[in-house]
């Protein structure tokens, strides 16, 4: 154990510790969703959590086979640029068009803090993600957009209604995902129906 210690580059492990403590930024990027409870917005931090868990849960059901803990990994660095570029809604087109920018300087940065070996894999992923080409990014892309509906669906729309979004901006945004997992998205079209019916979507 003490040669191990010894052996340690303790200024590369400074560098993942920074890293670590700017991850904690992440904290703070609110997002448009509430909680279930109502008590307070979700954060960005608890989103990538989420979505990872989703990728864990819905493997099973995934249109192509799944490197489940790749796709994990893809989860958990997708949002870190939020640190820099904030949180921008899904439906406003303009604002994640101009935001793109900021998005990739915000990885550089981040991503930067990192030892390089460690910097180029975190940076990768993130592209990975980014580029949506490879079957674990699609999968990941595809649950992020899922699950924001599914909290809705189970919020009474919260942040629907307070957006004044319309079913027709969900189903425009979401025909990628309507095509790659036409399962998922048809579990999803009968409750998005229900919810315009109960006045959730215009």
């Known amino acids: 154990m003490s040669d191990r210690v010894a052996a340690l580059d303790f200024g590369a492990m400074t560098e993942v510790v920074q890293f670590l403590m700017e991850l904690d930024k992440l904290k703070d990027v609110e997002r448009r969703t509430k909680l279930l409870s109502n008590a307070r917005q979700e954060n960005s ?66 991503f930067g803090l990192l030892p390089p070996g460690l910097s180029q894999r975190f940076r990768a992923l993130w592209n990975e993600y980014e580029a949506g080409e490879t079957a674990d990014a699609r999968f990941a892309n595809m649950l992020d957009r899922a699950l924001p509906i599914m909290l809705n669906l189970h919020n009474q729309g919260q942040s629907w209604k307070e957006n004044g979004i319309r079913l027709e901006q969900v189903e425009s945004r979401n025909v990628k995902l309507a095509r790659q997992w036409p399962e998922l998205w048809g579990y999803l079209q009968q409750h998005l129906n229900r919810a315009h019916t109960l006045g959730w979507l215009l």
């Open 45 to 110: 931090a608890e989103h990538s959590w989420h979505l990872a868990m989703a990728a864990m849960s819905l493997a099973p059901f995934a249109p192509e086979t799944i490197d489940v803990q790749h796709a994990i990994q893809l989860a958990l660095v997708h949002d870190v640029v939020e640190i820099d570029a904030g949180d921008v809604m899904v439906y406003d087109i303009a604002a994640r068009d101009a935001i793109q920018e900021q998005e990739v300087a915000a990885a550089q940065r981040i």
